[in-house]
C-alpha cells in the first residue's frame, strides 16, 4: 500500500483505489478460526469497499479505519 499511497499522494498515474482494509481483515481471520474451532458457524461478514483518493489517502503504510474493530473482537472473544 505504500507506494499506492505516494502515488495516490503524488497524483502520479493513480488518482485512488478501492481498498479493503488489511489490518481489521487480519482480526476477522482470526475471529473466524475462532469460531470454526469453536464449533461455530462463520460469521456471514463481509468487509465493505473503500474508494480511497488523495483527499483520504492515509498517512501510515496500512489501511487501518478507525472503526473500534479492535474493541469489538477483544469483547467478543471476551479478553
Known sequence: MH???ARIR???HQTGI???AAVPAG????????RARAGQPPSG???PPRL???AD????????PP???RANYRRIWGR
Do not use: H, K
Open 3 to 5: 507506494r499506492i499511497s
Open 10 to 12: 503524488a497524483g502520479d
Open 18 to 20: 478501492d481498498r479493503r
Open 27 to 34: 482480526w476477522q481471520i482470526v475471529d473466524e478460526l475462532n
Open 45 to 47: 461478514y463481509f468487509a
Open 52 to 54: 480511497i483518493t488523495r
Open 57 to 64: 489517502v492515509p498517512d501510515g503504510v496500512a489501511f487501518d
Open 67 to 69: 472503526s473500534g474493530y
